[in-house]
């Protein structure tokens, strides 16, 4: 059985030769290193959950999460990056931790994707919603994230961080031979609707039901002792 140590340094070594092999490789396929490097990034949380001891209560509830991050996307499907996933994924965090957030973000991405079509696309989706949740779980417990505010601001910034990252896939599988800061950075631009779309959404599914999901989560940490 290899330890957590040993698995750090596995992940680390593959970061370090698929870099190595980026820049030596002539056809600079930089989409496909891009992925690897996700998926890479992605390998700790998943390991860190699966070596971890769970009741069947938690496993239940991620379970039940993630549905419901799925169930917030796939009804706004027509309006572009207007849903309730990202809500979701925040108030998990923010009531259960980083982890549980983190695989809620991922596993929602990959199962809403079962009905929006799965691509290359859906591990970049998985690392910007597992992030998602990581960061509102580390910060949960700073005097900014606990008021309503601070939860906005939190969420209206994500909105953005979001497309941000997704425009890098989108510019390196559509135009890996032309990339540059100045195409990113038009590729911005031109998301900035859709982006604030997210964004605006975010906050307002924040104001409107953040404070009756908490205390139903704080219910279900009490009743199950989570």
Same mark, same amino acid.
């Given at each position: ?10 992940? %680390? ?10 820049? $030596? ?6 989409? =496909?290193?891009?992925? %690897? ?21 938690? &496993? ?18 027509? =309006? ?11 108030? &998990? ?96 631009? &031109?998301?900035?609707?859709?982006? $604030? ?30």
């Amino acid at each position: 059985m290899i330890n957590s140590k040993k698995y750090i340094i596995l992940i %680390l070594l593959g970061s370090i030769l698929i870099l190595i092999f980026s820049v $030596l490789w002539t056809d600079k396929h930089y989409m =496909i290193f891009s992925i %690897l490097i996700i998926f890479l990034s992605l390998v700790p949380f998943f390991l860190k959950f699966e070596r971890k001891e769970l009741k069947a209560e938690n &496993t239940v509830l991620i379970a039940i999460l993630a549905s419901t991050a799925v169930l917030g996307r796939v009804p706004f499907a027509a =309006i572009p990056s207007v849903q309730a996933t990202s809500f979701v994924i925040i108030m &998990t965090a923010l009531s259960f931790g980083e982890e549980t957030g983190f695989m809620v973000g991922s596993l929602g991405a990959f199962a809403s994707n079962m009905f929006m079509s799965q691509g290359p696309w859906t591990i970049w989706q998985m690392f910007c919603w597992g992030m998602m949740g990581v960061s509102a779980g580390i910060l949960r417990n700073t005097k900014f994230m606990k008021n309503i505010i601070g939860q906005s601001i939190f969420g209206f910034i994500w909105g953005f961080l979001f497309g941000w990252i997704m425009n890098i896939w989108y510019v390196l599988y559509f135009g890996a031979d032309s990339f540059s800061f100045q195409v990113f950075l038009m590729s911005c631009i &031109t998301s900035f609707k859709v982006d $604030l779309n997210h964004a605006i959404s975010n906050v307002v599914f924040i104001l409107l039901f953040s404070k009756s999901w908490k205390k139903i989560f704080d219910r279900v940490k009490i009743k199950y002792d989570l």
